[in-house]
């Protein structure tokens, strides 16, 4: 491990490190925050939930043929990939026919993967001047609706970042392992691990003594003045590392700000402490525990108002991940996607995607079982599921495999297949969430107006 030489009067590097474990290691300070004002005031109507969104990734495209469905309206007949769904089918949107223009150039999937929610051109790099061409929808959408909640937005994966060169195409792995950033050259770091996501969502309190809380705010200053100090000796894949863990001990701050003197609206959730103790994760022990754990984070998340913005990436770009315990099914999924269009592939191909589908299900059927005023929890939500590529033998990214589960707070006629005409933007669809959101914007990415067939 690369130890730099700390210069006279710098601080120890077994001082910094004990520094960060505990600035790391700090739980939201729930207690901190004044008493809530009750949700309505006497002679008072009730305020409205608000909208969260979800976008989760999965990659290497679907068999289109199977995805697809023949008709659209309201009366279309679920394919076979989406039969899943069959038992929510007023509760989502299909969309099809949307593009991002924007990854018709580069590689197969990294120059798709890392602007999946930018919609912007990726920079074609090995790793020392990356670009994903802009901020994500859902980082614009915490900028803006973060300083409600605990948690900005909460950002999910199974597997850890890749780096290092992908020579065969010339592009950094860096992009196969991020869909949120922060900012063009910034991706924010993503948690794979449940029970390190639950401490951060509903970790243990302090006590409400200001002083407490002042001498956590002296810490943090601390640390972070020891992690400044370092960051010009290291090099420039631990500085990476550093801007990482920066950024965590940033979150931490905010998190004390917001327990002392975070606005908040007349709404509040209503939180059933013992379905919350109880529903602790462990660490999991396979991949499809791993994948519920962290969606069912995202509904508790959700369900508390801890944040209302959050991301998951099912998997990296290119990733190895074997998928034979699907049924029928034996090998990775990367693989099969290269179908070659031989049918042995191409129903194991379909048979992944029909398993991603199902775990969508499986979230919006819990989160329609939460009540939320006069209404579900998926009432006020918008869960956007789908893929960076249409079929992944031709690494195609128009006619993206998208599904939009809920209602965004009664603003979205779901139920419907929306079949999108011509080249019609991604970024059409993150526009109208956007605004869905309170996020007035005159444009995103690469949009050319807001989606209007939602409503």
């Known amino acids: 491990m690369f130890e730099p030489k ?71 007949k679920l394919t076979p990939s989406l039969e899943p769904l069959a038992d929510l089918r007023s509760e989502f949107t299909v969309l099809t026919g949307l593009d991002k223009k924007h990854s018709h150039g580069g590689d197969g999937h990294y120059a798709k993967t890392a602007n999946f929610l930018t919609g912007m051109p990726v920079t074609k790099t090995t790793g020392k001047d990356i670009s994903s061409g802009g901020i994500s929808v859902d980082q614009l959408m915490a900028q803006h609706v973060g300083k409600f909640t605990p948690l900005p937005s909460l950002e999910l994966g199974t597997e850890p970042v890749i780096s290092g060169i992908d020579s065969n195409v010339g592009y950094t792995r860096l992009y196969g392992s991020h869909i949120s950033w922060q900012s063009p050259t910034r991706p924010v770091a993503k948690e794979i691990n449940p029970r390190l996501v639950y401490e951060r969502l509903f970790g243990k309190s302090l006590s409400p003594e200001s002083e407490k809380a002042e001498s956590y705010r002296n810490l943090l200053d601390y640390v972070l003045e020891d992690a400044r100090r370092l960051r010009p000796q290291l090099g420039r894949d631990d500085q990476f590392k550093m801007d990482e863990y920066l950024d965590s001990v940033r979150a931490v701050e905010k998190r004390i700000e917001f327990a ?8 509040q959730p209503e939180i059933d402490e013992q379905a919350l103790a109880a529903a602790k994760p462990g660490i999991p022990g396979s991949f499809q525990e791993h994948i519920g754990i962290m969606l069912d984070l995202i509904v508790l998340a959700f369900q508390t108002d801890s944040t209302r913005v959050a991301s998951l990436m099912f998997a990296n770009d290119v990733s190895g991940r074997n998928f034979s315990f699907v049924d029928g099914v034996s090998g990775s999924h990367h693989e099969l996607s290269h179908h070659e269009n031989k049918a042995e592939k191409i129903e194991q191909y379909q048979r992944i995607n029909r398993w991603h589908v199902a775990q969508f299900a499986s979230m ?36 993206l495999p998208i599904l939009l589960g809920g209602r965004g707070g009664g603003t979205i006629n779901a139920g419907r297949h929306l079949a999108a005409q011509g080249m019609v933007p991604l ?29």
């Open 6 to 76: 700390m210069s006279s009067g710098a601080t120890s590097r077994r001082k910094f490190l004990r520094g960060c474990g505990v600035a790391l290691s700090l739980p939201w300070l729930a207690t901190l925050a004044p008493a809530l004002a009750p949700s309505m005031a006497r002679g008072k109507e009730a305020a409205k939930p608000p909208v969260r969104s979800a976008f989760i990734y999965f990659p290497n495209g679907v068999w289109e043929k199977d995805w697809v469905p023949a008709e659209t309206g309201a009366n279309y």
């Open 260 to 267: 002392t003197k975070g606005e908040k609206g007349d709404w």
């Open 364 to 399: 919006l059927t819990k989160l329609r079982a939460i009540k939320e005023g006069e209404g579900t929890l998926l009432d006020n939500c918008m869960i956007l599921m789908g893929s960076s590529m249409s079929d992944g033998n031709r690494h195609d990214p128009d006619n």
């Open 427 to 455: 970024c059409n669809l993150y526009h109208a969430m956007l605004d869905r959101m309170g996020v007035e914007v005159e444009a995103f990415g690469d949009s050319t107006e807001k989606m209007a067939d939602l409503a």
